[in-house]
């Protein structure tokens, strides 16, 4: 399964650190979010991945390269300056994807999820991984009712930022900027997502308020 990494966003509410830095490459214990990410999924049998850039995305592709040096490979689905969004970004990675589902995963989030658990998730068109609703969230996104995303009726939750997705969800697209909840939202109303809740560890690294918790939250652990 491939996995695509979500890394095109601005950060703007990063404020200074990503005048001069994408966001997906800020540090934490050494390395950067994005580096992280992709030592933890090829721990787990991952080993194919396409990233999304734009905002500053030569850095990210200077400091990832190929992926060579751990081991997997790397294509990179270049936006220039227009980030296209979680749903513009997909689609426009797709002839990088392939016609089987994927893994997406959102550069700047921390999480100890078992990634692996994934690779049997084709059942529906999209599984999501959610969790409890952080304080900065605490609407949530979506119900989660036994295997079942739902809309409403049940217990709100977030989406981590975590999900398989087939792609023929985006044969109705037509490329450009557009965001992936609405996408979501139909699939839901198809009954054609699934889902499940994770209790581990989960950061939104969003703001440099949680940045800086993460980094000493990590730091005492290593």
Known sequence: ?????????RGERM???TDDCPKPLLKIAGLSLIEHHILALKQQGFSEF?????YLG???KRALGTGERWGVHIDYSDEG???LETGGGIFNALPLLGDK???VVNADVWTDFPYASLMPKTDKNIHLVLVKNPEHKLKGDFCLLANDIIQSGGERYTYSGLGVFSPQIFKEENGGVFPLAP?????IKRQQVAGQLHLGMW???GTPERLTQLRSVLGANQ
């Open 183 to 187: 996408i979501i939202r139909e699939q």
């Open 101 to 103: 589902p994927f893994l």
């Open 58 to 60: 030569g850095q990210i």
């Open 1 to 9: 399964m491939k996995v695509m990494l979500l890394a095109a966003g």
């Open 15 to 17: 404020g200074k650190l």
């Open 203 to 205: 950061v939104d690294v």
């Open 50 to 54: 396409v990233i999304n850039v734009a």
């Open 81 to 83: 300056s227009q980030a």
